[in-house]
T-cell receptor, first 110, second 114 residues
Framework: GQSLEQPSEVTAVEGAIVQINCTYQTSGFYGLSWYQQHDGGAPTFLSYNALDGLEETGRFSSFLSRSDSYGYLLLQELQMKDSASYFCAVRDTGGFKTIFGAGTRLFVKA | KAGVTQTPRYLIKTRGQQVTLSCSPISGHRSVSWYQQTPGQGLQFLFEYFSETQRNKGNFPGRFSGRQFSNSRSEMNVSTLELGDSALYLC?????????????FGPGTRLTVL
């Protein structure tokens, strides 16, 4: 089957850097996406890696290594508003569907 | 441009009833996907539609069904509700069913089954 594994929770201090990992088992996918969801809100798109390497978007960066079946989201200069759930997701090449990880709850402390 | 809208936002039903949820995608988007979200389970894929055709269906019982209309609006239906169907139901739209299309999510419908 296809699955994505993420840590359930991560805690970090305001101003710090945090990395949220995502390991996956899938027969084929187009790329790795990351979404952010605040409590009571809708998931919103953050970043996408089609190729191996690092993609940077402001304070957020995302990395993909297909050979290691691994990716991560890096959040720098953490702010309180970054407290949210973060989901990795892949677009399955075998069919028309997107598979999401269970999500990582990030707590940012003052 | 208006975002993805879902109606109703909140719904309370009892076991055995059925429910229909509606999703209006962003104007111009032709693909709609549905997800069930429960605490600790992430987003579980339900269906994906493109141009009124169901492209794929997730691992859910036949009580879960859906459709898409010619204006790309989509509905999902759950019959014979069970307590375990209580969840947040999210729909997402994208331009196509392409490999790199970003999905834009609606606020969700919170379904509670008593």
């Amino acid at each position: 089957g296809q699955s994505l594994e993420q840590p359930s929770e991560v805690t970090a201090v305001e101003g710090a850097i945090v990395q949220i990992n995502c390991t996956y088992q899938t027969s084929g996918f187009y790329g790795l996406s990351w979404y952010q969801q605040h409590d009571g809100g809708a998931p919103t798109f953050l970043s996408y890696n089609a190729l191996d390497g690092l993609e940077e978007t402001g304070r957020f960066s995302s990395f993909l290594s297909r050979s290691d079946s691994y990716g991560y989201l890096l959040l720098q200069e953490l702010q309180m508003k970054d407290s949210a759930s973060y989901f990795c997701a892949v677009r399955d090449t075998g069919g028309f569907k997107t598979i999401f990880g269970a999500g990582t709850r990030l707590f940012v402390k003052a | 441009k208006a975002g993805v809208t879902q109606t109703p936002r909140y719904l309370i039903k009892t076991r055995g009833q059925q429910v229909t949820l509606s999703c209006s995608p962003i104007s111009g988007h032709r693909s709609v996907s549905w997800y069930q979200q429960t605490p600790g389970q992430g987003l579980q894929f339900l269906f994906e539609y493109f141009s009124e055709t169901q492209r794929n269906k997730g691992n859910f019982p036949g009580r879960f069904s859906g459709r898409q209309f010619s204006n790309s609006r989509s509905e999902m239906n759950v019959s014979t509700l069970e307590l375990g169907d209580s969840a947040l139901y999210l729909c997402a739209s994208s331009w196509t069913s392409g490999s790199t299309d970003t999905q834009y999510f609606g606020p969700g419908t919170r379904l509670t089954v008593l």
